[in-house]
């Protein structure tokens, strides 16, 4: 079965910065929007970014400004640029690919994901 790839995460300090990477391979990722949630213990799985098909991207507050989502399609990869990361971005964060080319979780591809842990 198809399943996007996580890479990038670790161990950094507050204020430092980790790019993750995500291989889709197997999926078509051209007119897909993709996204990146996280999930840290005891919460939820939460949303971070998205980017549509066309590049619009959109973000949870917390992480505006700080974040950047971007994607290859000729690569078939979406990136999530993390900047002035804080204690509270620890988590683990996983990579989706949509069906469509606007954001939907319905039948949506996960990742395994990937730590990120920001020490203060």
């Known amino acids: 079965q198809a399943q996007p790839v996580e890479s990038g995460g670790g161990l950094v300090q507050t204020g430092g910065s980790l790019r993750l990477s995500c291989a889709a391979s197997?999926?078509?990722?051209?007119?897909?929007?993709m996204a990146w949630y996280r999930q840290a213990p005891g919460n939820e799985r939460e949303f971070v970014a998205r980017i549509s098909s066309v590049g619009v991207t959109k973000y949870r507050d917390s992480v505006k400004g700080r974040f950047t989502i971007s994607r290859d399609n000729a690569k078939k990869m979406v990136f999530l640029q993390m900047n002035s990361l804080k204690p509270e971005d620890t988590a683990v964060y996983y990579c989706?690919?949509?069906?469509?080319?606007?954001?939907?979780?319905?039948?949506?591809?996960w990742g395994q994901g990937t730590q990120v842990t920001v020490s203060s």
């Open positions: 197997g999926i078509i990722v051209r007119t897909a929007a």
């Open positions: 989706a690919v949509g069906r469509a080319g606007e954001w939907d979780t319905r039948g949506a591809y």
